[in-house]
């Protein structure tokens, strides 16, 4: 499976700022998928990330409030901007394993929890 | 629309004894389920997986049932064990637009009382 990290691990920020978060993949994956994961709540995907082109973004979703970035096959970043305490959240991008194969299976990164202040 | 629905949303066995948790899904066309099983603090962990050509893929204790005439799937956990508490995700793979995701069903918590 894909070795996936992600930075920052969390972090607590102010109403009204911005937050980057990092994804790096070990491999090349041509999709990435970031999800959102209220307290206990399930996995929410916000968007589709792939190479060379424009995020896909779910219904509830908007490429203002969460932009993404794809710059290359092992690397995306989700902006969460603009942020209110409804956004505390754990954020969590996500790969097919074994992209080029024949492989369903999707691995999660270990997720960046974020608390708004 | 793409919906998983997933029952119980908690659970409680005496260990030993064993678990099944239940997941519709609403698109005939899905063709992939996987189970991921979540502990506090952690990632979601892969665990087990089905595709639609099978009706039914075992792990050691655990398994997976798919019947794909009625659009639902099934884990089943045997002899569990207190480590086997946790959050577990069902989810089905929908193809939309050339493209894939993933949708996660709503997790149940299960707990194996020792």
């Known amino acids: 499976s894909a070795v996936i990290s992600q930075k920052p691990s969390r972090d607590i920020c102010q109403r009204g700022t911005s937050l980057t978060i990092q994804c790096q993949v070990d491999?090349?994956?041509?999709?990435m998928f970031w999800y959102r994961q209220q307290p206990g709540q399930s996995l929410t995907l916000i968007a589709t990330a792939n190479q060379g082109s424009e995020a896909t973004y779910e219904s509830g979703f908007v490429i203002d409030k969460f932009p993404i970035s794809r710059p290359n096959l092992t690397f995306s970043t989700l902006t969460v901007s603009n942020m209110s305490p409804e956004d505390s959240s754990i954020y969590l991008c996500?790969?097919?394993?074994?992209?080029?194969?024949?492989?369903?299976?999707?691995?999660f990164g270990p997720g960046t929890r974020l608390t708004v202040t | 629309g793409e919906n998983v629905e997933q029952h119980p949303s908690t659970l409680s066995v005496q260990e030993g004894d064993s678990a099944v948790i239940k997941c519709t899904y609403s698109?005939?066309?899905?063709?992939?389920f996987p189970w991921y099983k979540q502990e506090l603090g952690k990632r979601p962990q892969l665990i087990i997986d089905?595709?639609?050509?099978?009706g039914e893929k075992k792990d050691q204790r655990i398994a997976v049932t798919l019947n794909k005439t009625a659009k639902h799937f099934s884990l089943h956990i045997t002899e569990t064990q207190p480590e086997d508490s946790a959050v577990y995700f069902c989810a089905a793979r929908f193809t939309t637009s050339g493209t894939y995701k993933y949708i996660f069903g709503t997790g149940t918590r299960l707990k194996v009382l020792a």
């Open positions: 996500s790969v097919r394993g074994g992209d080029g194969t024949f492989s369903y299976e999707q691995y």
């Open positions: 491999s090349q994956v041509t999709m």
């Open positions: 089905i595709r639609s050509n099978v």
């Open positions: 698109d005939s066309a899905s063709n992939y």
